[in-house]
Every structure is written in C-alpha cells, then in structure tokens.
C-alpha cells in the first residue's frame, strides 16, 4: 500500500467554480492517486454547494460531535460525495451556522470578507482533525491548500500532536494568490485555544490576524511549503525561506507536478 496523503481544500470542481484554487482541490488528489498514493479529501461544505446535483449524503457514524469555540458549541456534520470519473470521496466539513446559511463562501454579497470567517476555519481544522480520528487512518502528509485550511499546521502541531493518528504526519501547506482582503479579528488568537494550543504560542503574530500573519502562522508550524504560481505574496515565499522551510516553487499548468510532488513528499517523509 502507497503512502497516505490527506488532502484539505478549500475549494474543490465542480462542486464550486473553476478558481485557481478549485483546480488544484481537484487536480492534486487525481495525480498523487495516480502516482500511488492512497488519498482522502476534505473541504468545507459551502452553502453554494448543490448536494443534489453533487450526490452529497450525510455520514451518521461521524456527524454528531459538537465543537466549542469562543465559548459558543457549533454541531458538526459530515457530508460525503465521490467526484465524476474519479474514486476520489470527497468529505463536506458542515455546520448550519458556518455554512449552510451563507450562499457565497468566502465573502458575502457585497464583495466583503465575512467577519467569522476566522472561526470558520478554525471549525474546519478541528472538524478535519476529528473526523479523520474517527475514521482511523494516519496519514503521512496532511497537505493544505488554500488560506481556509490554514489553521490545521498548528493544530497538528500542537493541540493533536500527541494523537498516534498524526505523531509521524509531515504537514504541507500550498500558498496561493487569492488570500482574505480583511483581518480576522482581535478576537482570533482567543477562539483558537484548544488542549495544547495556547495563545502564549501565538504572541510572535500580530494581534489583529490580517492573511500575511495567518500565512505565517501556517508556515511556522508546515515541514514543507508549496508556491502555485507567481501571484503568490513574496513575503509569505521570503518568510519560508528565512525560516529554511522545504520549499517547492512552481507555475500553474506546470506539466511535471505529478513527479515533482512525489519527490517533494518523498523527502519530508
């Protein structure tokens, strides 16, 4: 059996637009499973999701659980799917109030960053993080792309370093071009306490969380760094490489991912 890489997107075709980011939600999975690894994916059950054109089905062994952040418990429900002319499963991360009462994803009507969107990754990490317990598997690498999964470097890291699940997995972290136009609040250091993860770990980040200090935070806890294209923040790309951070560097359409992915993960393991 190949190694197990653990794929957590924020955006994935066609159950959302063709975006930069859906491409690659779609297309890495596809090739390192065709490169033999064994594959899981997540990402956040948007409420642009159409569940019946996309099949999507509710997991009753895994929903259920309840996620307390900043003091408030937030139901956790996970949806399923397989993408067209794949076996690839897709795992929905959803919530009624997170997600399925917003009909955009990131931003709503007004073009504006909707101002939970902090603790809406922080409920996605933490519900990636249990689900995948729950399932039982342990991946090798746990590979993010997209600034929503951004959290899950530091919780691997910290508040579920000491889950055999996750003690051997290497953490890579993608850097792509469209990032959060606004902060996520003064309030984000508090609501991402949890077990290990303490918010004296955080005082190195400024206090209002703008996306070059969540990038950062992503960095520092990753043990190896991905550059899509070259829209990526050249100082999140100076950041990895001041903190010797493995870093791969490449363009979009890059026509040799594939090996150059497998090599990448090969030499974190």
Not at 53 to 74: A, F, K, P, W
Not at 91 to 115: C, H, V, W
Not at 180 to 186: A, E, K, T
Not at 248 to 253: P, Q
């Amino acid at each position: 059996m190949g190694k197990k890489v653990l794929f957590v997107n924020q955006e994935i075709i066609p159950y959302v637009p063709e975006t930069e980011m859906s491409h690659y939600g779609s297309e890495m999975p596809h090739l390192m499973q065709e490169a033999g690894y064994e594959i899981r994916t997540f990402m956040p059950k948007w409420g642009s999701v159409n569940e019946r054109r996309g099949q999507l089905h509710e997991v009753i062994r895994l929903s259920g659980m309840n996620l307390i952040i900043d003091d408030t418990d937030h139901p956790l429900i996970i949806k399923v799917a397989s993408i067209p002319q794949t076996r690839i499963q897709v795992y929905f991360i959803d919530n009624e109030d997170y997600f399925q009462k917003r009909s955009a994803m990131t931003k709503d009507e007004l073009g504006n960053d909707y101002p939970d969107n902090g603790e809406r990754a922080i409920f996605f990490a933490r519900g990636v993080l249990e689900t995948v317990k729950k399932l039982r598997w342990a991946p090798d690498i746990i590979h993010c792309q997209g600034w929503m999964a951004s959290v899950i470097p530091f919780y691997v890291k910290t508040a579920y370093r000491d889950e055999p699940q996750f003690a051997n997995s290497k953490v890579v972290t993608s850097l792509f071009s469209e990032q959060p136009q606004d902060s996520l609040g003064v309030n984000f250091k508090k609501s991402l306490e949890f077990r290990e993860a303490k918010a004296e770990s955080l005082k190195k980040y400024g206090d209002n969380f703008d996306f070059i200090e969540l990038g950062k935070l992503a960095i520092d806890y990753s043990d190896g760094v991905i550059s899509t294209s070259e829209g990526v923040n050249a100082a999140l790309i100076d950041y990895a490489k001041n903190n010797e951070k493995q870093l791969l560097e490449h363009i979009a359409n890059d026509t040799e991912l594939k090996g150059k992915y497998s090599d990448f993960y090969n030499n974190l393991i």
